[in-house]
């Protein structure tokens, strides 16, 4: 067998298995059950659950774990967002550097919370390096998604993420203190109440754990570039997908995070090239930024 051949049998076989993973997931939507989490109670939305926002991120579920579709850029920011929680972690006495050489599992026994996990673009990859992860989203939708995802791709070492179908501060009434590590990735510039939202996730850390965030700026120039270019010129994501009014500086982020007693340790600026679908550390913190505190509580 030819080159050409294999690589088209490849190609093929990557298209089909992408495009069965639609229609088991559109066929099982309604009924997925498989490692929910059972007798889960309906409770009111709480302050930072915006209806409309879920919806914006369940109509791209189809499209979730397709490489070049809409959420392309969130599988590509892995290979920022994962070395910066590892060094966050190696930085503070969290990790040590000879666990990351010693294997590919240097997680194992981190206590994880993915806040806003979606379908579990970043959930899967931090269970692969042998986190225990949690991940939550107010959308049931995508929490099936996630979990159904569970099943289509390789066999995880360790224990895959467990997902719930709930919001951080419901959440936190039964787990508050449980974690070595929260992250919200990309998720608080969709929140309304940010002050109950960070009050929420720091309660979720155990004393001394970390929290990590990524979001773009509070600045003229991210609401170019992520709205205007984004959305409407490039259009990686569909128009609406964020609103100016809900980003945040990283300087407003850090006092709420102070104010939980919580210590900044770092804060870089990121930048995504839309052309190539690559994402890099830059010296500013003007278009994106990713941030990590210690809680001292």
Request: proline share 4%; hydrophobic share 40%; charged share 20%.
């Amino acid at each position: 067998m030819n080159d050409n051949l294999k690589m088209l049998l490849v190609n093929w076989a990557g298209c089909f298995s992408y495009y069965l993973f639609v229609l088991v997931f559109f066929f099982h939507k309604r009924t997925l059950s498989t490692r929910m989490v059972k007798n889960k109670t309906k409770t009111p939305s709480p302050p930072t659950y915006d209806e409309d926002e879920v919806q914006k991120h369940e109509a791209l579920a189809g499209e979730w774990w397709a490489l070049n579709g809409p959420m392309k850029a969130l599988h590509t920011m892995n290979t920022l967002r994962i070395p910066f929680i590892q060094n966050g972690l190696i930085a503070t006495h969290q990790l040590h550097f000879s666990d990351i050489i010693v294997g590919d599992t240097y997680l194992t026994g981190k206590q994880i919370l993915d806040v806003g996990c979606g379908g579990g673009i970043l959930s899967e990859a931090l269970a692969r390096l042998g986190a225990s992860v949690t991940g939550i989203d107010p959308s049931e939708e995508l929490i099936n998604l996630a979990t159904l995802h569970i099943d289509m791709g390789p066999k995880f070492r360790t224990k895959p993420p467990t997902y719930i179908a709930t919001t951080v501060e419901n959440h936190v009434k039964k787990f508050a203190h449980s974690y070595d590590v929260v992250v919200a990735s990309e998720v608080i510039e969709h929140v309304s109440n940010k002050k109950s939202f960070v009050k929420s996730c720091v309660k979720a850390l155990k004393p001394g754990g970390s929290i990590f965030f990524t979001t773009p700026s509070k600045t003229w120039i991210s609401w170019f570039g992520t709205i205007v270019v984004g959305e409407h010129i490039l259009r990686i994501l569909p128009k609406g997908t964020h609103q100016y009014d809900k980003f945040i500086s990283y300087t407003n982020l850090s006092d709420m995070l102070e104010k939980e007693d919580c210590n900044v340790k770092s804060v870089d600026g990121m930048f995504y090239n839309a052309l190539w679908n690559k994402w890099s550390w830059t010296n500013t913190k003007a278009l994106m930024y990713a941030l990590h505190a210690v809680s001292e509580k």
